[in-house]
């Protein structure tokens, strides 16, 4: 069945590192274009990256734009976020999403979200 | 940015009646609108593309209308699962935004 799968998520202080996966089975993760979208505690959901399938075109949230960095193995179909100098409004529950089709359609297939929690 | 705002924010009924969730953008995103329904600790689900199609597996009690500017999300009647918050999200430029959400609760 097609499925995502995000980990990677947890605590971490400000200023420093994390990087989140997001496993993709049950469809040819190569042919899709892929995003994160993130949720903060209480909050509406914000889209924040997206990637085409052949890594051509990339595009980031402004909030994110410079600090975090999206990025794909399709061999071990496989998304990954990169994210460097975290701050406070970065926590967030962090969602990978496929889109139906083109790579910039509707989110058809979400993961189950992993949680970031920003905090010294 | 596209803004897109949704009114209301909350909206209180019964079971069996007709919901009436409005979403308006900043400008034209011509008819690249989506909803989705988010339950608590869930991951929100596809309702509708493209301002009128129906996702997979979506009931027909749930449709979509509008283009340009201004959408609608009817629920014809509510059921138990259907209490639940409500995004519009625009696909028609970067960023892609979502708007803020009504939230659909048991009156």
């Known amino acids: 069945q097609v499925q995502l799968v995000e980990s990677g998520g947890g605590v971490v202080q400000p200023g420093r590192s994390l990087r989140l996966s997001c496993a993709a089975s049950?469809?040819?993760?190569?042919?899709?274009?892929m995003h994160w979208v993130r949720q903060a505690p209480g909050k509406g959901l914000e889209w924040v990256a997206v990637?085409?399938?052949?890594?051509?075109?990339?595009h980031y949230a402004d909030s994110v734009k410079g600090r975090f960095t999206i990025s794909r193995d399709n061999s071990k179909s496989t998304l990954y976020l990169h994210m460097n100098s975290l701050r406070g409004e970065d926590t967030a529950v962090y969602y990978c999403?496929?889109?139906?089709?083109?790579?910039?359609?509707?989110?058809?297939?979400w993961g189950q979200g992993t949680k970031v929690t920003v905090s010294s | 940015e596209i803004v897109l705002t949704q009114s209301p924010a909350t909206l209180s009924l019964s079971p069996g009646e007709r919901a009436t969730l409005s979403c308006r953008a900043s400008?034209?995103?011509?008819?690249?609108l989506a909803w989705y329904q988010q339950k608590p600790g869930q991951a929100p689900r596809l309702l509708i593309y493209d301002a009128s199609n129906r996702a997979t597996g979506i009931p027909a009690r749930f449709s979509g209308s509008g283009s340009g500017t201004d959408f609608t999300l009817t629920i014809s009647s509510l059921e138990p699962e259907d209490f639940a918050v409500y995004y519009c999200q625009q696909r028609s430029y970067w960023p892609l935004t979502f708007g803020p959400g009504t939230k659909v609760d048991i009156k």
């Open positions: 990637i085409s399938f052949d890594v051509s075109d990339i």
């Open positions: 049950g469809f040819f993760f190569s042919t899709y274009g």
């Open positions: 400008q034209s995103v011509s008819s690249y």
């Open positions: 999403a496929r889109p139906r089709g083109g790579w910039y359609d509707a989110f058809d297939i």
